[in-house]
């Protein structure tokens, strides 16, 4: 062992040591921390839900009456002003997808954090998504979990090792509200935010992301987020199957599956390297100028989204059609290239938003191509080709290839679908691991390193 990994093993021991202390001595100040974390995170992220579905059905409400070539570049272009404004006049640190920031954090790297940080997260994060920029809210709500986490440490004067783990889990608590996926949070925190598996860690990760999804369905059932089904005041709490799938496992599916997770992770490297290269040039042709960058970019990507079909214009209706396998081969082929050539744009441009929601879309792109393919030529595709896309395409671009397989399974709840998921998620990720060793949100740290 070197003298780097003996240090390194001290320092992690002497951390697991203070927390312990920490539970021992104050145990008060860590109940009411992780009741806190889990409680902002599930607010922030049901409110950042809700306040882009009330944005989206306004700028759907105006297609109805205006050409979508006037619409969506104005909005985009609009959309990307105000919320780069935003950024730039009170919180820099809330630009980009939030995850990157949350991880630079926990690698000791001097990151602004706190409750301004957040809320800037959260209203720009609306604004840049609920005009078209093709992304998700994952990113933001993990940067906001780990903002209110922080916030709450702080404030309580719990020592820097707490802090560390809390905004981890906090990170954790904003997955898990946002995809009504508890046990995927906790993983997520567990395998790409901390890398560890010490127990106490993992107890308190787990108590905080499972009482943010608690919370987070909670609000839902008493109005902030009505769309969405987790709690009902009546019948209490509910399963929520975002889709229902009829899933059949046989023997014969390793080798497709293994076939589907070969193409992912080729496919999610490539996109991985699109994605950074087209970050280091927005930073070198834009530098520090935010607002420019994020309103040209609106604009381009609200042009592009113009003069597309009408099912290109909402994100969550674009995944329904490839989730359900309602979309051609024509139409899931488009889908995965519009989606990769504008998500690119848009992490370029600063924005925002998160790439875990257009991973799904883009994966289950390739499950359903592939399938068609697959079907064409041998006569047969397992039931679970789509969604075990979704799930390798996110492995493959994350190298976390559990978290990615446990936010697939909670689209459908469905137990046998873990099975197929598993296959194709660690053939994703290990098949990704051949042309590069990090995921890309290490990646995009070592990129914000080099500008700064």
């Known amino acids: 062992m070197s003298d ?77 002003l105000i919320s780069s404004t935003l950024i730039t ?37 609306i604004i840049a998504i609920g005009s078209g920029f093709p992304l998700g809210p994952e990113g933001p709500s993990v940067q906001m979990g780990g903002s209110v986490a922080w916030q709450m440490a702080k404030w309580l004067k719990a020592p820097a090792p707490f802090r560390r783990v809390i905004v981890a889990a906090g990170g954790g608590a904003g997955i898990a509200a946002i995809f009504s996926a508890p046990i995927g949070g906790f993983i997520y925190a567990i395998e790409e935010l901390l890398n560890s598996a010490r127990p106490v860690v993992l107890l308190l990760i787990v108590v905080t992301t499972f009482w943010a999804d608690t919370w987070a369905d909670v609000f839902q059932g008493i109005g ?63 530098d520090q100028k935010l607002i420019l960058r994020m309103t040209i970019s609106g604009l381009l990507i609200g042009t592009i989204y113009g003069f597309l079909p009408e099912s290109f214009h909402h994100l969550g209706e674009l995944k329904e059609l490839i989730a359900e396998g309602n979309a051609t081969n024509l139409m899931a082929g488009g889908t995965f290239l519009i989606l990769f050539i504008s998500t690119g744009i848009a992490a370029a441009s600063g924005a925002p938003g998160g790439l875990f929601y257009p991973m799904l879309i883009l994966g289950g792109s390739i499950g359903l191509t592939c399938g068609n393919v697959a079907e064409l030529i041998t006569g047969y595709v397992p ?70």
């Open 89 to 125: 006049k009170f919180a820099p640190a809330a630009s980009g997808s939030g995850v990157s920031h949350i991880m630079a954090f926990l690698r000791h790297r001097p990151v602004p954090m706190g409750i301004k940080v957040g809320f800037i997260k959260l209203i720009s994060g």
């Open 224 to 286: 902030l987020e009505p769309q969405a089904g987790g709690y009902d005041n009546i019948l209490g709490f509910q399963l929520q199957r975002e889709y229902v799938q009829t899933v059949n496992f046989l023997p014969k599916d390793f080798v497709y599956l293994i076939i589907l997770g070969v193409v992912t992770g080729i496919l999610a490297e490539l996109y991985c390297r699109y994605v950074l290269i087209m970050q280091s040039q927005g930073n070198k042709w834009f």
């Open 383 to 452: 039931s679970s080709y789509i969604f075990a896309g979704m799930g390798g395409f996110i492995a493959g671009c994350s190298r976390t290839p559990i978290t990615a397989m446990f936010l697939a399974f909670a689209l459908t709840k469905d137990l046998l679908i873990l099975k197929p998921l598993l296959i194709c998620c660690i053939t994703s990720f290990l098949i990704a691991r051949i042309f590069h060793e990090s995921s890309i949100y290490e990646r995009q740290i070592q990129i914000e390193a080099m500008k700064n």
């Open 4 to 80: 780097k990994q003996i240090k390194a093993h001290h320092q992690r021991n002497s951390s697991i040591k203070t927390i312990r202390q920490l539970l021992q001595q104050r145990w008060f100040v860590v109940v009411v921390a992780l009741i806190l974390t889990g409680f902002g995170a599930a607010i922030t992220g049901v409110l950042f839900r809700a306040g882009v579905h009330n944005l989206d059905y306004w700028r759907l409400q105006l297609l109805e009456k205006l050409p979508a070539r006037l619409v969506l570049p104005l909005m985009g272009g609009i959309g990307g």
